[in-house]
């Protein structure tokens, strides 16, 4: 099990950025699947972002392809979600996850997510 958490969240405004970063301890592995999840009020939660810490490959929810990047930081074993463009419906928690094995998607299911962050909230007004 790891431990993930948080930070960067904030306010900004439409067409602002945000970078947010999820410190990672314990034990990760090449087959590790990470990602960034958002939930808004009386949504579901959804995959934004996935990294597969062994290939580095990473995948996009269509709403954010273009404009919101996942990378990694080995060194400082911290996830990252750069977040550019920003729209009053990114508005949400984020989240940070980990899956061990398996496919690396955002589609995959959040419940094949053992590991969760306690989230970091991203308003965006317009």
């Known amino acids: 099990q790891v431990r993930l958490v948080e930070s960067g969240g904030g306010s900004v405004q439409a067409g602002g950025s945000l970078t947010l970063s999820c410190a990672v301890s314990?034990?990760?592995?090449?087959?590790?699947?990470m990602g960034w999840f958002r939930q808004a009020p009386g949504k579901e939660r959804e995959g934004v972002a996935t990294f597969h810490i062994g290939s580095r490959i990473t995948s996009y929810a269509d709403s954010v392809k273009g404009r919101f990047t996942i990378s990694r930081d080995n060194s400082k074993n911290t996830l990252y979600l750069q977040m550019n463009s920003l729209k009053p419906e990114d508005t949400a928690m984020y989240y940070c996850?980990?899956?061990?094995?398996?496919?690396?998607?955002?589609?995959?299911?959040?419940?094949?997510?053992?590991?969760w962050g306690q989230g970091t909230q991203v308003t965006v007004s317009s």
């Open positions: 314990g034990l990760t592995h090449s087959y590790d699947c």
């Open positions: 996850a980990s899956a061990r094995g398996g496919y690396c998607y955002t589609g995959r299911s959040v419940a094949d997510f053992g590991s």
